[in-house]
């Protein structure tokens, strides 16, 4: 089976610092997509950023931005200028197979916390 | 702006009960997904549908059933509690984009 891999249980940054959140994932497919999610205390989760393994530039999304790396089968999550409001379970996702069924197999999950 | 709702945010049952967990989506999504979450497991999917009465397993379905009657609403049904069932129990919708919606959770607990 496909396998997603967040190997930082959890992660301390300084506010205002930039941090790096590590994913790697497994895949025979030529195409497919990766997604990050946010998981606030609250327990919604808030969907960040996609990657399509097809897109020639890594997706940015104001703070957020994907550092694609295909060959490594690695899509690390970059969060600049960390905020306190930061401070949540991130989750690394993508579909088990192509076609888009909307089904999604997720990593662990890394624990973020900004320190001011 | 409402979009995935999920009946309970928090649930304590006991051994051997019947449990119903219901989720609504607002946004006429063809997809339905319950998903449970374990510390150190990420989420892992249970089951998902995706289409009124149409239902596929997920990785870890043993000890849950599902029921999709209509379009938006689609429900978890523990049908004997355990505790090992204790977790947090997600829904989602998508459609056939890449959005998808999760619901608040449903924290469950089961003594």
């Known amino acids: ?116 | 702006d409402v979009k995935v709702t999920q009946s309970s945010r928090y649930l304590v049952k006991r051994t051997g009960e019947k449990v119903f967990l219901e989720c609504v989506q607002d946004m006429d999504h063809e997809n339905m997904f319950w998903y449970r979450q374990d510390p150190g497991l990420g989420l892992r999917l249970i089951y998902f549908s995706y289409d009124v009465k149409m239902k596929e397993k997920g990785d870890i379905p043993e000890g849950y059933s599902v029921s999709r009657e209509k379009k938006e609403r689609f429900s978890l049904i523990l049908e004997s509690a355990s505790t090992n069932q204790t977790s947090m129990y997600l829904c989602a919708s998508s459609s056939r984009t890449i959005d998808r919606y999760f619901g608040p959770g449903t924290r469950l607990t089961v003594t």
Do not use: H
């Open chain 1, 1 to 116: 089976a496909q396998k997603i891999t967040q190997t930082q249980p959890g992660m301390f940054v300084q506010e205002k610092e930039a941090v790096t959140l590590d994913c790697t994932y497994d895949t025979s497919d030529p195409s497919y997509g990766l997604f990050w999610y946010k998981q606030p205390s609250s327990g919604e989760m808030i969907f960040l950023i996609y990657q399509g393994s097809y897109d020639q530039q890594n997706a940015t999304e104001g703070r957020y931005s994907l550092n694609f790396q295909k060959a490594r089968k690695s899509a690390n999550l970059v969060i600049s200028a960390s905020q306190l409001g930061d401070s949540a379970m991130y989750f690394c996702a993508k579909p088990p197979y192509s076609g888009n069924t909307g089904k999604l197999i997720f990593g662990q999950g890394t624990t973020l916390q900004v320190k001011p």
